[in-house]
């Protein structure tokens, strides 16, 4: 099958795949409501002021756009620090970029920035400074003439999130005890219903990001080769890796800035598209931005009724099943290469 | 279109957009909250709300409650929303609120927004005086209709507090230490109503300038100021589960005056940090804590 028809067929089954799982995050949830409302509420014939309708529209819907958005660009992330780094574990959350980003967050929450549409804007800008603060210090401290060590690389991943996370303490613990509570709950990366002005700014930042890796994705294959037989391609090395490194920064900051720092989801959806795709990554982006969205969905919807009307993180969930997956793939594919 | 068609859709507009008992009232917070008409199914995100509209007898209007609304035993009867941090949206919406009681202490701005673009009004309370929960419970009497209970639950809880207030007089203050939580130590700082309360009960808060409402503390700096009254909140009464004072760890600071003279006390952290009807309960403990000697 040439490269085209599979990307096609793969796009297709998980197109299908995604769409079920909009269905069952948009027809399951706490209040109760029948099929059939649900349907009268989407066709647009309940009233605006209808439980159905208020429900449908204005709590499921955007939650569900919000989480198939951040779901898409972390997998797409994930699939770009792999192809960068040559490394199948980086991940924007073991790269500690996610902290940083979330880092930003905080700080902007704590100088008082509001939500509105502007501010929002801001928290956005604090983030990807934040994400590429600490993807640049990863790379940094991990660049070594030759190129990138996968050893290096995690452990300046594990100490660059380390060292943001405890910029993250030092702003808890001055924080007042009232405040507390929220902050912790944004940390554990929550879905919640966004504001459409909102959404359609994550939506232009997460497809943008993804569209600038798909654009370097025949360069990413390159690479793969190593870094002085894709110079010797006429790659040029270091644009590439700056341009990819800033647009999957701008990927884990947009999704940190609008819903929360969430993990794993970056390791786990390229990892398995990966073992029936292979290695190309003109398949993997496209397909990450549709699986990951499933994925996310899948757990969100998942953390919003496993223990009803209460509601678990969604952070929590990705958490669970991609900690464990981290630990497989590092004691079984990976072992040779660590 | 005719004269009388105008007219017609001129009327029916009005109608629509001004309806007759439409109102707009202040909240705590300064905000404006504009009502169709006196609330009848409240959702009280806040439990010191909550305490207050069973206070006043207009439960009849509550519809739903947090997972922290303990108090009184009638509440629980009440569908609960989930917690304060994080309420579910989908549950409370079908409750079909026409007016929800949140706090800027404790809920998050992001439920209040989210609340804000499902166009259910939210009145903010904040209450950090005994004379703010006063108010408090005016508004809460004003927005159930329930004016008239106001006075009477008002005029127990200030003849009580003044009742306190004698009964400690002719004593010297006794330094008071309040443990919000042990480790990290939290402490009720310059904002918090415990200092308020301490200071009714006959004591001084050793913390009462420091901080916001609840700043972290050193316990050097707590142990220098020499309590003479240690009083540890007991996290395990109520829907709060987090764990009981741990007394033993604060015996061992054995050059502290309080833990010399015994003045060591645990007390029910869901009474003390509500502003409600039951302030007097708190001031009264805390009272026969900070001066056993007044209650003999």
Do not use: H, K
């Given at each position: 099958m040439s490269a085209a028809s599979r990307l096609a067929l793969a796009l297709g089954i998980l197109g299908a795949v995604l769409l079920v799982v909009i269905a069952l995050a948009l027809f399951?949830?706490?209040?109760?409501?029948s099929p059939r409302a649900v349907a009268r509420a989407l066709a647009g014939r309940?009233?605006?002021?209808?439980i159905e309708s208020i429900v449908t529209l204005q709590l499921r819907l955007p939650r569900v756009v919000a989480a198939v958005l951040a779901g898409g660009a972390l997998a797409v992330a994930g699939v770009a620090f792999q192809g960068l780094t040559r490394n199948?574990?980086?991940?924007p959350a073991v790269l500690g970029v996610s902290s940083g980003a979330a880092f930003g967050v905080v700080l902007a929450q704590i100088s008082g920035l509001q939500l509105s549409f502007l501010e929002v804007l801001g928290v956005a800008t604090f983030a990807f400074a934040g994400a590429l603060l600490a993807a640049a210090a990863v790379y940094m401290i991990a660049a070594v003439p030759g190129g990138l060590s996968i050893q290096t690389l995690l452990l300046a991943g594990v100490i660059v999130g380390i060292f943001f996370t405890s910029a993250i303490t030092v702003l808890i613990s001055i924080m007042d005890y009232n405040r507390l509570g929220g902050v912790i709950y944004w940390l554990l990366g929550n879905l919640a219903p966004i504001p459409a002005t909102s959404l359609a700014l994550f939506a232009a930042l997460a497809l943008g990001g993804s569209w600038l890796i798909l654009r370097s994705a025949r360069e990413l294959n390159l690479l793969a080769l190593g870094e002085e037989a894709a110079v010797q391609l006429g790659v040029d090395v270091t644009r590439l890796k700056r341009r990819v490194f800033t647009a999957a920064a701008l990927l884990t900051g947009s999704v940190v800035a609008f819903?929360?720092?969430?993990?794993?989801v970056g390791l786990v959806v390229p990892h398995v598209l990966r073992g029936i795709l292979g290695q190309d990554n003109r398949l993997l982006v496209p397909t990450a931005l549709v699986g990951g969205g499933a994925f996310l969905l899948a757990a969100d919807t998942l953390a919003r009724n496993i223990v009803a009307p209460a509601e678990l993180s969604v952070g929590v969930i990705t958490s669970f099943c991609g900690a464990p997956f981290f630990v497989y793939l590092l004691r079984t594919r990976y072992r040779a290469t660590l | 279109m005719k004269p009388a068609r105008v007219a017609a859709l001129a009327t029916l507009l009005l109608l629509v957009v001004s309806p007759a008992a439409a109102f707009t009232v202040r909240d705590m917070l300064g905000r404006e909250v504009t009502l169709a008409?006196?609330?009848q199914r409240i959702v009280s995100l806040v439990p010191s709300v909550t305490e207050i509209v069973f206070a006043l007898g207009?439960?009849?209007?509550?519809v739903g409650r947090t997972d922290?609304?303990?108090?009184?035993?009638?509440?629980?009867?009440t569908p609960s929303v989930g917690g304060?941090?994080?309420?579910?949206l989908e549950t409370l919406v079908t409750l079909k609120p026409d007016l929800v009681f949140a706090t800027?202490?404790?809920?998050r701005e992001d439920t209040v927004r989210q609340l804000a673009r499902l166009r259910i009004p939210v009145y903010l309370v904040h209450a950090n005086r005994v004379a703010e929960t006063l108010d408090l419970i005016t508004r809460v009497g004003a927005m159930t209709e329930r004016q008239a209970e106001v006075p009477r639950v008002s005029g127990e809880m200030l003849r009580r507090i003044e009742a306190v207030r004698k009964a400690v007089a002719p004593f010297a203050r006794r330094r008071v230490l309040y443990v919000?939580?042990?480790?990290p130590l939290i402490v009720p700082g310059r904002e918090s109503m415990l200092t308020e309360l301490i200071e009714i009960a006959g004591g001084a808060s050793i913390?009462?300038?420091?901080?916001?409402a609840y700043p972290r503390f050193s316990l050097e700096a707590a142990v220098a100021r020499a309590p003479e009254v240690i009083i540890l909140a007991d996290h395990?009464?109520?829907?709060?589960?987090a764990g009981r004072s741990a007394p033993d760890k604060w015996k061992?600071?054995?050059?502290v005056p309080a833990v010399q003279a015994g003045r060591l006390y645990s007390a029910d952290l869901s009474i003390l940090h509500?502003?409600?009807?039951r302030v007097p309960d708190g001031i009264e403990m805390l009272a026969r804590f900070i001066h056993p000697e007044a209650f003999r």
């Open positions: 399951v949830g706490s209040a109760g409501l309940a009233g605006a002021e209808s199948p574990l980086a991940e819903t929360g720092p969430i993990g794993f | 008409a006196p609330p207009g439960e009849a209007r509550l922290f609304c303990d108090y009184p035993a009638a509440a629980q009867a304060m941090v994080n309420p579910n800027d202490e404790g809920n919000l939580w042990p480790d913390t009462a300038t420091d901080g916001e395990s009464t109520g829907a709060s589960t061992r600071l054995t050059n509500r502003y409600g009807p």
